[in-house]
Nanobody
Framework: QVQLVESGGDLVQPGGSLRLSCAAS????????MAWYRQAPGKQRELVAT???????NYADSVKGRFTISRDNAKNTVYLQMNSLKPEDTAVYSC?????????WGQGTQVTVSS
């Protein structure tokens, strides 16, 4: 069975930091492009960051310079380091794995940025 399990979501103050983790099982992790998406209630899901099997990264303009996506293939885990958090970063953050026609999603983890 394929599973993507996110963790690390929390309530944090503006300007704070948080690191999200997504642990994958049931896939050959190193072959997959990994990504983080986020969605706030009533809003469209948006792509936050991607990291390819080769380690190339891309970021949404809204998080560029603040967020860092990384992966540890030995641990089958992708991370999202979030710094300088803003209230508008509040959302459910979901992990996505894609390889060719195969695509999987995690259940999401809640990040709330509020004072």
């Amino acid at each position: 069975q394929v599973q993507l399990v996110e963790s690390g979501g929390d309530l944090v103050q503006p300007g704070g930091s948080l690191r999200l983790s997504c642990a994958a099982s049931g896939i050959i992790f190193s072959m997959y492009r990994m990504a983080w998406y986020r969605q706030a209630p009533g809003k469209q899901r948006e792509l936050v960051a991607t990291i390819t099997s080769g380690g190339s990264t891309n970021y949404a303009d809204s998080v560029k310079g603040r967020f860092t996506i990384s992966r540890d293939n030995a641990k089958n885990t992708v991370y999202l380091q979030m710094n300088s958090l803003k209230p508008e970063d509040t959302a459910v953050y979901s992990c996505n794995a894609r390889f060719r026609a195969l695509e999987y999603w995690g259940q999401g983890t809640q990040v709330t940025v509020s004072s």
